[in-house]
């Protein structure tokens, strides 16, 4: 797996993912339409290179599936095969917890089944987007196992514990209006529009500094309280020249508008507005 890490991943061929690199981002879709995406120990595998490919050449990352489905689940046929050893050795949760720590942003974009592992996958994502048939559910107790590649504690950071247990314990299945609902998805928009909406929400982000990107998840994803965590991100921002540039740049277009009698939209500190002024080129 690690000599997949350093080829060039837009010529690599993969068995069950469809992969297009692009300079600030990387399009994943799960490409196993027969078995609704259903992540197999090859999807497995293949995901890890993808990631260690992203750990060594940090861009954000949009994870989709084909067919109408994200990823139905975990292959039942497979976890069949699967005792106690593959249990400890974290198969699942060690890939979804790898997608957790990429570098850049991750956005799932999710139409159709998101179950057992496939809902786990999405949970590791930094956000999420549905489509009008998403439906997001861990059946696991019912094939007498447990969601144990994150769903237990991320669901509840996600959702709160009330909406959690009502998922892994009493099978509610969350279709999504329920998940726009709770806050487990950004939005939801139509089946049609749903990865044009993606791009554009990486479009957005990538308006923004990469380096204050990667900072402001690190600084997110901190256990606990981290004051001291967020002023050492600052201080290697505030020396950065990208700041400097970006700030400067804000600060003559507020002047040229002042000049020709233009209202800035912004009072007091100045502050760019998220609709109006985030529109400065990646670092």
Known sequence: ??????????????????????????????????????????MIR???????????????????GAGGSFA????????????????????????????????MPTLAAVDGWALGGGAELSYACDLRLAGPDAAFGN???????????????RLPELVGESVAKQVLLAGRTLDARAALACGLVMDVVPAEKLLDEAHAVLDRMAKSSATALRLTKLVVDAPGAHPVA???????????QDKKDRMTRFLDRKRDRGASGGNTGNKGSGTPGADSERTEGRA
Request: proline fraction near 4%; charged fraction near 25%.
């Open 72 to 103: 139905g689940g975990a292959d039942i046929a497979e976890l069949l095969g699967r005792g106690r050893d593959q249990a400890l050795q974290g198969v699942n949760s060690r890939l979804f917890e790898r997608v957790r720590r990429l570098p």
């Open 139 to 153: 059946p696991e107790p019912g094939l007498g196992i447990l969601a144990a590649a994150g769903a237990a504690w």
């Open 1 to 42: 797996m690690d000599d997949l890490a350093y080829e060039d991943l837009a010529a690599r061929s993969f068995a069950t993912l469809a992969v297009e690199v692009r300079e600030d981002r990387v399009v994943v879709t799960l490409d196993r339409p027969e078995a609704r995406n259903a992540i197999s120990g090859l």
């Open 46 to 64: 293949e995901l890890h290179a993808v990631c260690a490919w992203l750990e060594e050449h940090p861009r954000m990352l949009l994870l989709t």
């Open 230 to 240: 967020d002023d050492l991100a600052q201080a290697v921002l505030f020396e950065g």
